[in-house]
């Protein structure tokens, strides 16, 4: 048994001795690390952060610009709100005048037709119905005095020469 504990401690040793060296390589790689990335960050201060204090430099630069331009584009918002609330009411103006002159139009236009009709139907009635009473009149007169003189050119047989309605009048 006393051979069996000495190759457990034997074994135990050379795991602790090879933990030991696995440690020591951790922190020797460590190490190396450290110092490339201490080195790199010292890269990076003096190429880096010049670029980054001239950004600073730069943004400080344009603020007070970016303000004046805020500023400005604010102000013509509202200017721009106010024309367009002007061209709105302008516009408004416009249909409501143009509307009104279409009624009137539509109105004057309607009177117009009323009248053409009145004066149509007086036309009718002095000139057009009378007209019509005369020649009615004139071709009742007319046959009949084809008739008195007919009656005496008539060959016997009582034929009547027919009235042309191409004379009558209208």
Do not use: C
């Amino acid at each position: 048994m006393d051979d069996k504990l000495t190759i457990f401690i034997a074994l135990t040793g050379i795991a602790v001795l090879l933990q030991a060296g696995v440690l020591l390589a951790m922190y020797l790689a460590m190490r190396k690390t450290t110092n490339d990335l201490q080195s790199l960050a010292s890269e990076v201060r003096t190429k880096v952060m010049p670029s980054i204090d001239q950004a600073q430099q730069i943004i400080s630069d344009l603020r007070p610009k970016l303000d004046v331009i805020a500023e400005n584009v604010k102000e013509t918002s509202t200017t721009v709100k106010d024309q367009v609330q002007r061209l709105d009411a302008t516009v408004n103006d416009m249909v409501d005048r143009a509307r009104l002159q279409i009624i009137r139009a539509d109105e004057l236009l309607s009177r117009t037709l009323d009248r053409v009709e009145h004066t149509s139907e007086v036309v009718q009635k002095t000139v057009v119905s009378p007209v019509r009473q005369i020649s009615g009149l004139m071709q009742g007169i007319t046959v009949g005095l084809e008739f008195l003189f007919a009656g005496r050119r008539r060959n016997g047989r009582g034929e009547r020469r027919p009235v042309p309605q191409d004379e009558m009048f209208i």
